[in-house]
């Protein structure tokens, strides 16, 4: 199975991007439908956006708009594209991977942060 790592992450103020990437080591990386998650202190881990293998999105209510998801199969990299960040952005952000007939993912980053400063 594939080992994911993620980068950067970073200290923005409001308003500003920040882009993440997520490479994944191992092969058939194009059979893993890949995902953005974050968890915020004191709260639970939730969905950022996610994609499949042929490039189908979905997207949090909260990020919808402001957020890319994409995905280079050939590079085995994942990015999130972040625009007009928000301080409840701030979390810590993983990479995570899964098979398409899983409900949720099985293969996790370390995480990286993102704090949003007001």
């Known amino acids: 199975q594939v080992q994911l790592v993620e980068s950067g992450g970073g200290l923005v103020q409001a308003g500003g991007s920040l882009k993440l990437s997520c490479a994944a080591s191992g092969s058939l990386f194009v059979i893993y439908s890949m995902g953005w998650y974050r968890q915020a202190p004191g709260k639970q881990r939730e969905l950022v956006a996610d994609i499949t293998g042929g490039g189908s999105t979905n997207y949090a209510d909260s990020v919808r708009g402001r957020f890319t998801i994409s995905r280079d199969n050939a590079k085995n990299t994942m990015y999130l594209q972040m625009n007009s960040l928000k301080p409840e952005d701030t979390g810590v952000y993983y990479c995570?991977?899964?098979?398409?007939?899983?409900?949720?993912?099985?293969?996790w980053g370390q995480g990286t942060q993102v704090t949003v400063s007001s």
């Open positions: 995570s991977a899964k098979r398409s007939w899983l409900a949720v993912p099985n293969i």
